[in-house]
């Protein structure tokens, strides 16, 4: 039997973003175990925060972690502007994952705003 969350496409576009970054860190040189600390922390905090979000049953419970699985997804961008700064990542690179990263949030948002809307009850 699958979780609801797993369905999520939200879910799972989070998941596989976090995939990449953390192959990615991987790759670091040595020294910069700090950013890929930080950097792995906070992808895996995106879809974490979903699925734990999901798990709750009052509403308000669901939109606290849909928002700390937002302000994850904001922290990647700007440890992923400390990664090209530092030259261990590309620009076009690091511009195509604050591109998904925005797409995420955008998402996420969703989320929060479907919690929002009034349940029709008159059915």
Same mark, same amino acid.
């Given at each position: 039997?699958?979780?609801?969350?797993?369905n !999520?496409?939200v879910?799972?576009?989070?998941?596989?973003?976090a995939c %990449? !970054?953390?192959?990615?860190t991987?790759?670091?040189?040595?020294? #910069?175990?700090?950013?890929s600390d930080?950097?792995?922390?906070?992808?895996? &905090?995106i @879809?974490n925060?979903?699925?734990?979000?999901?798990g709750?049953y009052?509403?308000?419970?669901?939109?606290?972690?849909?928002y700390?699985?937002?302000? &994850?997804?904001? %922290?990647?961008?700007?440890l !992923?502007q400390?990664?090209a #700064? #530092?030259?261990?990542?590309?620009?076009? #690179?690091y511009?195509e994952?604050k591109?998904?990263l925005?797409?995420?949030?955008r998402?996420?948002?969703?989320?929060?705003?479907g !919690?929002?809307? @009034?349940?029709?009850? &008159?059915?």
């Open positions: 039997m699958a979780f609801m969350f797993e !999520l496409k879910y799972q576009y989070a998941h596989q973003i %990449e !970054l953390t192959d990615f991987e790759t670091f040189q040595r020294g #910069k175990w700090y950013l930080q950097l792995n922390r906070a992808v895996l &905090s @879809p925060n979903i699925a734990e979000g999901n709750r009052h509403k308000n419970d669901r939109k606290q972690f849909f700390i699985a937002r302000g &994850s997804a904001y %922290e990647c961008v700007c !992923l400390m990664c #700064k #530092k030259n261990l990542m590309d620009n076009v #690179k511009e994952y591109a998904r925005d797409e995420v949030c998402m996420i948002m969703g989320l929060i705003h !919690l929002e809307r @009034p349940v029709d009850t &008159s059915v």
